[in-house]
């Protein structure tokens, strides 16, 4: 008698395998490109601000006048004495514009002048002619002699003849009031090391030779007289 076969069983079904989705190359290179144009708009953008800087900056030069050598205080300028420079403009520079060049010459100036600096109209003398129809005489004035750095092309001025060194003065000769002529700031010299200036003033056509006498002994002092006067 034949063994009876056991029944099959079925096998459990597998699970489903969640379906990968296959990843191409294409994204990659979207997101490459992508990327590479917006590096160049970045740079377009760059480029397109660097010009208009330059543009920018260039159009901010300005062309105004500069000392070609040095010039002393009260001297006329002369066109040789003035040559054309570029600079940036900055409103904390006030120089002359080139286009004055033709005006300037013939202008006296109130401070010594040095090659390579800018002119500025605060540099020269108040009028060209300041003092041209009075006598001129130069004054060396020692510090204490006349008010630290307040004296200024224009300026009226009492010329104080002071006593001479070792001289005697009475008590009646103390009380008197001291000798002064009337006198006009043309320029004044930049201080040396201890101080000393040389101003140069103007004075009536008949006061010119007592002024250069007492200035030469070092007996002049100067009082500035108020201004506005």
Same mark, same amino acid.
């Given at each position: 008698?034949? @063994?009876?076969?056991?029944?099959?069983?079925?096998?459990?079904?597998?699970?489903?395998?969640?379906?990968?989705?296959?990843?191409? *190359?294409?994204?990659?290179?979207?997101?490459?490109?992508? @990327?590479?144009?917006?590096?160049?708009?970045?740079?377009?953008?760059?480029?397109?601000?660097?010009?208009?800087?330059?543009? *920018?900056?260039?159009?901010?030069?300005?062309?105004?006048?500069?000392?070609?050598?040095?010039?002393?205080?009260?001297?006329?300028?002369?066109?040789?004495? #003035?040559?054309?420079?570029? $600079?940036?403009?900055?409103?904390?520079?006030?120089?002359?514009?080139?286009?004055?060049?033709?005006?300037?010459?013939?202008?006296?100036?109130?401070?010594?002048?040095?090659?390579?600096?800018?002119?500025?109209? @605060? =540099?020269?003398?108040?009028?060209?002619?300041?003092?041209?129809?009075? =006598?001129?005489?130069?004054? /060396?004035?020692?510090? !204490? =002699?006349?008010?630290?750095?307040?004296?200024?092309?224009?300026?009226?001025?009492?010329?104080?003849?002071?006593?001479? =060194?070792?001289?005697?003065?009475?008590?009646?000769?103390?009380?008197?009031?001291?000798?002064?002529?009337?006198?006009?700031?043309?320029? $004044?010299?930049?201080?040396?090391? @201890?101080? *000393?200036?040389? $101003?140069? #003033?103007?004075? !009536? *056509?008949?006061?010119?030779?007592?002024?250069?006498?007492?200035?030469? /002994?070092?007996?002049?002092?100067?009082?500035?007289?108020?201004?506005?006067?």
């Amino acid at each position: 008698m034949e @063994s009876p076969v056991a029944p099959s069983v079925p096998r459990p079904a597998s699970p489903a395998r969640p379906e990968i989705p296959i990843t191409t *190359t294409a994204p990659v290179k979207r997101e490459r490109r992508w @990327s590479v144009a917006a590096l160049c708009i970045v740079l377009a953008a760059v480029a397109g601000l660097g010009a208009a800087a330059a543009v *920018t900056s260039a159009s901010d030069r300005a062309q105004v006048l500069a000392v070609a050598r040095d010039v002393p205080a009260g001297q006329a300028l002369t066109d040789a004495d #003035l040559v054309v420079a570029e $600079v940036s403009a900055d409103a904390a520079l006030i120089p002359v514009a080139a286009d004055q060049k033709a005006s300037m010459v013939g202008k006296r100036t109130a401070v010594d002048l040095r090659r390579g600096g800018l002119l500025t109209t @605060s =540099q020269l003398a108040q009028g060209s002619g300041l003092g041209d129809d009075m =006598q001129q005489v130069g004054v /060396q004035i020692k510090r !204490g =002699q006349a008010p630290a750095g307040s004296l200024a092309p224009g300026d009226k001025v009492l010329a104080v003849t002071t006593p001479a =060194q070792g001289e005697q003065q009475s008590g009646k000769d103390i009380e008197a009031p001291p000798s002064t002529l009337n006198a006009v700031v043309v320029a $004044v010299s930049r201080p040396d090391a @201890s101080g *000393t200036v040389v $101003v140069n #003033l103007a004075v !009536g *056509t008949t006061d010119g030779p007592l002024l250069a006498t007492r200035a030469a /002994q070092g007996r002049i002092a100067l009082v500035r007289e108020p201004r506005g006067q």
